[in-house]
């Protein structure tokens, strides 16, 4: 099996889990790659290389090494098998087998308050999440049970469930981040969209046409949620 995900500036990684993932994930402004390799379950190493000017490909060596040039097992993962990771201008996050996710990054780590030594950090533990997709504003991740958890680039600023809109009760089965907005594949074959900011629809991307009701609603967001107008049958 083999997915891809990239971003522009060739930062990557590799994930092992039984047989092997190939995972690059595009971003609008860096270039990260992963693989994982194993037919032992039990032992699921990661590779990381490519850009790491923001410390996504190997946060130990932040600051003081901009490429890894070869795919190397960064020791910060050793005892983590992880299953989905995903990759934004700044920062990265990743889920474990456990359903745990993480987040490391310049922007993470800035926005954190976290400076000197700069390791991922586990921000939701216990939320049997299965998959995780990145913009330059946040995390988003899709839990077992199919919600959506939005995580702030702070980690003192708790997880929040991006809210359906009233009336729809369907798991959400697959994300995607764009880079002001999020688009929601429900179990049923909905489509939701969400402006995860301001600029969220200003090139009509929730699919309803940049209009005055939908930027009100808009601003008036406090945290990402799929709004009603933006649904796509």
Known sequence: RAQ?????????A????????????????????????????????????GNNLYGLA??????????????RQVGCWDDIHLVDIAFADRHAAAIDSHGNVYQWGEAFWQRSGIFGTFYPVCTLKGGNCVAVRANPGGVYAITGEGAVIALDLDASKPP????????????????????NHLMALGAQGTVFTAATNRFGNIFGQLGRGPTDSTRRAIDQLQHPSLLPDSIMA
């Open 58 to 71: 190997d946060p130990t060596t932040y600051g003081k090494e901009e490429t890894v040039r070869y795919p």
């Open 14 to 49: 590799m994930l092992a889990i039984p047989a092997y993932t190939l995972s690059t994930s595009p971003t609008s402004s860096s270039f990260t790659s992963y693989f994982r390799d194993s037919d032992d379950a039990r032992h699921r190493p990661s590779y990381f290389w």
């Open 4 to 12: 891809a995900r990239n971003n522009k500036y060739f930062a990557g």
């Open 160 to 179: 929040q469930q991006v809210r359906l809109p009233e009336n729809h009760k369907e798991r959400i089965i697959d994300i995607q981040a764009g880079e």
